[in-house]
């Protein structure tokens, strides 16, 4: 049995409004093993991000399970909560908006040691160590000293985006879930931190769940794929196999459509029509029938299950086969 | 109506000023500068491109490479203050924008040349009607009646794929897809002959940004438009373009067609770029990103501005602005390290 | 490490420093701190400079109703009381029902908009509710009511402004909290495990200060103004207290012969509440860290 970090069992989202219930997330279920990267891709609104959120617990789901390290992370108190979460942290979407503008780099890198003890020590001892301790990790994600009392607003995205990295770090968590954490970036930086990202995974062992729209970046970071669609996964692969050989149409749909910065290898797939339906009230059908180009019958019976098609391939499609 | 006289007389003024040209635009060094009383931000330094009718020119750049500004001065509608066009032609199918009066601008604006934004929820009014705002356009340009417009926003609502019985629906009925097919529709009211396109896609998601493209390649085609691309996804360049224009800190660093810039790169930033990206067909272990950052533009260092970053950069590059090389007809890089003529980037060798 | 250091303590003390600097950039902010601070001073002092039975209740009738002149800089009254002694007597009145009574509105007021904010819900809906009954009467109205069953004094002419202080101040922050409450950087400090106490004293009321402070330093000008109303109308603080609002009250009878009586308290009262929202507006810029340079 591999070592397993984390387990998610049949986990429900819904929010309701007024029109009914929003499936956000339905019946989503995964593990990952220790160390590795599972990419999460999907387009918006397909609930990636609640998942993400969801598995941290910042979302309390509507039903379901999240195995962390064993524990069922959904039914413990909120003390042990706030405990586990050293545990597992977030590195956000933006960088502009997830840090408070009132404080200071440093306030902000060292702000989560002041609710749980990582160090043991106390008045000026505790202080000096916390200094320690930020400018080393200000060092490890590329933060130069001379930043230590900046602000954020006086910074660029992509010196936000350590900033985000280093607070999420200095718990020394073991899950680190990345909710699109260089969408907001330029290129060249978007680079910088994807390799600082990996870099950190091999030094200290890191788990991560790699939330994204973007499949290029995905394919470089990650060890498996789950490709979301209106709030399930509808298919789940190593990160190989998934781009070798896609199964479900809307995985080979999002495959084709990504421009490639290439001559003559523009991918002739065809370009899939429609638009992601609302996900309110939905009909007990295939959640991708009204877009699906080989939809058959079947697909008019219930939604499918997530089934092991291949070993460690798992797709949720009536047709294919 | 009386609007539609005016524009009327301006039009016959504009063909006594027109120049001969089988240019849709032309700029001669543009230099576009941003004056606060602090600082002087230097966003366009002397750029200088062309487009050809029937071709799609694609502007590559990261953020606050100038691209926008560039459009901008294009359309002669930089902020002013605290934006100001220092110098430079601007020609649009022969008219040198930077002569026109407020009239006949706003006349070519729209009937001319046109752009398409990149965000399509903020694009688009939120208490008027998609039919309003594309018949909003017509109705400015074009002397016909009520009714008549709108059998035409209804014909340009069908040619963007949008039922056309959907013209009174408000823009928040509409998906971030469908909204910038709005936009589309309204750019292309007029029937301009030159489309400015600012990250028409950056916006969506990837299959709706393989709708949006399909569709724009199709309209090009049929109205014979000429379009520049601003974007920073050398992905959708590779689709959509002809020639290329690369920009930097507010330079234009590489300049060609489509296949010399991608498969005969000869800037380094360039490189850096296509480094950068994680190739979907090239699964690599590690990126090169670029190191660093782009200078601040209020404060450009004297020599190269990509030089703090270069992997190729000698003291030349420092002290002295680069030298701009051809390498063919169409192909410019404005790099000092050419004047070695063995010199080759890494991608090349 | 030992040079950053020393550069990094000493930056830190000088947090204090730094809104100062950004402070002193504000040039209406500045001239409206230093006439804040005479005011204050005048507030303070004002037994020191004046006695209050020789120079500001004793009527010397032959003197009465003088024009500015030398010896009276701002004239007499009706019972010849030197109107310069009265109105710098009075600073002290008007500010403090001023200052203390957004003071005591803020005190409540903030902590109610906060929560009823943050926790939502059906607390907020009925805090809201109770809030709203509060605004739709009329505030003067509001605080005439109070001081009639209260009774005429300056303590219940506190509490009084401050109870129609408190809904607006509620309310304010009520807005800006739910609207700080979405950010990014609140859910990033809940992913940290930051208690919800923290959370609001310290991510989401910092980030609220603006338009409460800018409310606040509105408040205390309205609050000056409607003491003197009320004192206009003999509701306010009983004669022979020289509050502001009592000053003008005493001056309509005169107001043909003797505009001075009205002109200088006036003027006072415009003055004093334009110097508190210039001071406001200036602490505001300077303590947003984004609004630097």
């Not at chain 1, 600082?196 to 794929?225: C, M, P, W």
């Not at chain 3, 010849?80 to 500010?95: C, E, K, P, V």
């Not at chain 3, 003071?103 to 906060?114: H, Q, S």
């Amino acid at each position: 049995m591999a070592d397993t970090i984390l387990e998610v069992k049949n986990l429900k989202k819904y929010f309701k409004t007024n029109k009914g219930n929003v499936h956000a997330v339905d019946n989503v279920s995964f593990t990952l093993e220790r160390g590795k990267t599972l990419g999460i891709v999907g387009e918006s609104g397909c609930g990636k991000s609640t998942t993400g959120r969801t598995i941290l617990r910042l979302i309390e789901p509507t039903s379901g399970e999240v195995y962390f390290d064993g524990k069922d992370i959904c039914k413990v108190s909120n003390k042990e909560m706030t405990k586990l979460r050293k545990d597992m942290q977030i590195i956000f979407q933006d960088p502009f908006s997830s840090l408070d503008p009132r404080m200071t780099v440093s306030q902000l890198i060292a702000e989560p040691l002041k609710y749980h003890k990582i160090i043991e020590a106390s008045g000026k001892e505790l202080e000096q160590k916390t200094e320690e301790m930020v400018l080393d990790l200000m060092r490890t994600v590329g933060l130069a000293e001379r930043l230590y009392n900046a602000y954020p607003h006086e910074l660029d995205g992509g010196r936000r985006q350590r900033i985000g990295i280093a607070r999420a770090l200095i718990l020394q968590p073991k899950l680190i879930v990345c909710d699109e954490p260089v969408s907001a970036l330029d290129v060249s930086i978007q680079a910088q931190i994807l390799n600082l990202l990996q870099e950190l995974q091999k030094e200290r062992g890191l788990t991560y769940i790699f939330i994204t729209h973007n499949l290029s970046v995905v394919n470089h970071i990650a060890d498996e794929i789950a490709v979301m669609y209106l709030g399930s996964i509808v298919e789940k692969a190593p990160v190989e196999e998934l781009f070798q050989n896609p199964l479900h149409p809307y995985t080979k749909a999002l495959l084709s459509a990504i421009p490639v910065p290439e001559i003559h290898k523009k991918q002739n797939g065809p370009v899939i029509q429609g638009e992601v339906v609302s996900p309110i009230n939905l009909p007990d059908e295939c959640r991708f029938y009204k877009r699906c180009p080989i939809s058959c019958e079947a697909c008019r019976q219930g939604v499918p299950e997530l089934r092991e098609v291949l070993p460690g391939h798992f797709v949720a499609c009536g047709c294919c086969q | 109506m009386k609007l539609n006289g005016k524009n009327g007389k301006s039009d016959t003024n504009l063909e006594q000023i027109r120049e001969k040209t089988d240019l849709a635009v032309s700029v001669e060094n543009l230099v576009v500068h941003y004056e606060t009383s602090s600082e002087t931000v230097e966003a366009v330094n002397s750029i200088s491109f062309s487009l050809k009718k029937k071709r799609t020119l694609g502007l590559v750049g990261e953020t606050g490479a100038g691209k926008t500004t560039a459009m901008l001065a294009l359309m002669n509608m930089v902020p002013n203050p605290p934006g100001r066009i220092i110098e430079g032609e601007i020609r649009v199918n022969g008219l040198d924008m930077r002569k026109l009066t407020p009239a006949q601008l706003q006349h070519v604006r729209g009937s001319e040349i046109a752009m398409i934004f990149q965000d399509p929820m903020t694009s688009l009014n939120p208490v008027l009607t998609i039919g309003e705002q594309i018949g909003e356009s017509i109705l400015l340009h074009r002397n016909i009646s009520k009714a008549e417009a709108l059998k035409e926003t209804q014909k340009l609502l069908e040619r963007v794929g949008i039922d056309p019985e959907r013209y009174g629906e408000y823009p928040h009925q509409f998906s971030g897809g469908m909204r910038q097919r709005v936009g589309i529709a309204i750019a292309l009211a007029c029937n301009p002959s030159v489309l400015i396109a600012d990250e028409p896609t950056s916006a969506l998601d990837v299959t709706i940004q393989a709708q949006i493209l399909q569709m724009m390649r199709k309209l090009k085609e049929e109205n014979d438009t000429s379009m520049i691309l601003i974007t920073h996804d050398l992905g959708v360049v590779a689709e959509m373009c002809d020639d290329v224009a690369v920009m930097y800190a507010g330079h234009i660093v590489e300049y060609g067609t489509l296949e010399e810039v991608f498969n005969k790169t000869k800037h380094p930033y360039t490189e850096g770029l296509f480094n950068s990206l994680p190739n979907i067909n090239n699964r690599v272990e590690k990126l090169q990103p670029i190191q660093g950052l782009m200078p601040d533009p209020a404060n450009l260092p004297k020599g190269c501005a990509f030089a703090e970053r270069c992997p190729y950069a000698s003291e030349a590059c420092r002290e002295n602005p680069p030298e701009t090389h051809s390498f063919s007809d169409t192909h410019l890089a404005a790099c000092t390290a050419y004047q070695d003529p063995d010199f080759r980037i890494g991608r090349n060798k | 490490m030992n040079s950053s250091n020393e550069v990094k303590s000493s930056v830190k003390q000088n947090r204090a420093l730094e809104v100062w600097k950004q402070y002193r950039r504000n040039k209406g902010a500045m001239i409206g701190l230093v006439i804040l601070i005479i005011l204050i001073l005048i507030a303070v002092f004002a037994d020191v400079i004046w006695d209050y039975e020789t120079d500001i209740t004793a009527m010397q009738v032959g003197d009465r109703l003088l024009k500015p002149c030398l010896e009276h800089p701002f004239g007499t009254d009706n019972y010849g009381r030197d109107m310069l002694a009265r109105i710098g007597y009075g600073t002290r009145y008007s500010l403090s029902i001023g200052f203390v009574s957004v003071l005591m509105g803020v005190i409540i007021g903030v902590p109610l908009g906060a929560l009823s904010g943050y926790i939502g819900g059906r607390f907020d809906t009925i805090l809201m509710r109770l809030v709203d009954t509060f605004t739709i009467i009329p505030s003067l109205l509001m605080t005439i009511i109070l001081v009639s069953v209260l009774g005429t004094n300056l303590l219940n002419l506190m509490i009084a402004l401050s109870i129609s202080t408190i809904p607006v101040i509620t309310r304010i922050t009520r807005a800006s909290v739910m609207v700080t409450r979405n950010s990014d950087y609140i859910e990033s400090a809940r992913a940290i495990g930051a208690p919800v106490h923290t959370i609001l004293l310290k991510h989401v009321l910092p980030n609220c200060f603006s338009p409460i402070l800018v409310q606040a330093t509105l408040r205390v000008g309205t609050s000056i103004i409607s003491a003197a109303g009320l004192s206009y109308i003999g509701l306010g603080v009983p004669l022979p207290t020289p509050e502001w609002g009592a000053l003008l009250s005493a001056s309509k009878s005169f107001i043909i012969n003797a505009q001075h009586m009205c002109l200088f308290p006036g003027l006072a009262i415009m003055i004093t509440v334009m110097v508190i929202n210039l001071v406001g507006d200036g602490l505001r810029g300077a303590l947003d860290p984004k609004l630097k340079r």
